[in-house]
């Protein structure tokens, strides 16, 4: 059982290239996550998706788009890096029921350094 | 709105000794209140989590946590160190917010353990 499966591990941008983070799980999670870690900061959410078809803002959204392209599979997208998105990507999932909270289930996270 | 509150970006302990990680918490309901850890170059993992069954929750790897109301805390202890326990800890509150489940994270503590 893979979990949570992040790739690339690790990426290395120009400032003003684009790159997409892929993430997918095989939990039948309905619910999926962005995270970027800051050293410091501990993680901010920057797009979630409650369940599939539906996408919204969390905390950090600028400069990011997202896709949820099934149950399995939610990516990430720089359209333009910036120096600023360097950090660490974290892709989460999770079932939600009802009032029913679960854990986070986390990959193994995307290194990225604009330069 | 929920937050969490951790004390101290960095905790140096001996082997062998008591680990205590603290955190508090702020929520205008009950919480639900988890504790996560991350290993280097890896994602955050479930150490255990509170969610009203009872005050003293434990966790894998030796770990508990105390839920007290009159504190508004949720501190993370472990009786005696090992060196496998050097990670990073974070406290997260989570709710509902907007039909999701909204996780709020703390800071994070790293744990140093030494010989």
């Known amino acids: 059982n893979a979990g949570v499966t992040q790739t690339p591990k690790f990426q290395v941008l120009k400032t003003g290239q684009s790159m997409t983070l892929q993430c997918a799980q095989d939990?039948?999670?309905?619910?999926m996550y962005w995270y970027r870690q800051d050293p410091g900061m501990g993680l901010r959410l920057i797009y979630y998706s409650a369940s599939e078809g539906t996408t919204d803002k969390g905390e950090v959204p600028n400069g990011y788009n997202v896709s949820r392209l099934n149950k399995r599979e939610f990516s990430l997208r720089l359209e333009s890096a910036a120096p600023s998105q360097t950090s660490v990507y974290f892709c989460?999932?999770?079932?939600?029921?009802?009032?029913?909270?679960?854990?986070?289930?986390f990959g193994n996270g995307t290194r990225l350094t604009v330069t | 709105a929920q937050s969490v509150t951790q004390l101290g970006s960095h905790v140096s302990v001996s082997e062998g000794a008591l680990v205590l990680l603290r955190c508090n918490y702020s929520?205008?309901?009950?919480?639900?209140l988890f504790w996560y850890v991350q290993y280097p170059n890896q994602g955050l993992q479930l150490l255990l989590k509170y969610t009203s069954a009872a005050t003293l929750v434990k966790g894998i790897n030796g770990f508990e946590a105390e839920f007290k109301k009159s504190e508004t805390s949720f501190h993370l202890t472990k009786p005696s160190a090992h060196m496998s326990d050097a990670a990073e800890y974070f406290c997260?509150?989570?709710?509902?917010?907007?039909?999701?489940?909204?996780?709020?994270f703390g800071t994070g503590t790293k744990l140093q353990v030494i010989p």
């Open positions: 929520s205008s309901v009950p919480p639900y």
């Open positions: 997260a509150v989570i709710g509902y917010s907007g039909g999701y489940q909204k996780v709020t």
């Open positions: 939990m039948n999670h309905n619910s």
């Open positions: 989460a999932s999770s079932v939600t029921e009802g009032t029913d909270f679960s854990p986070l289930h």
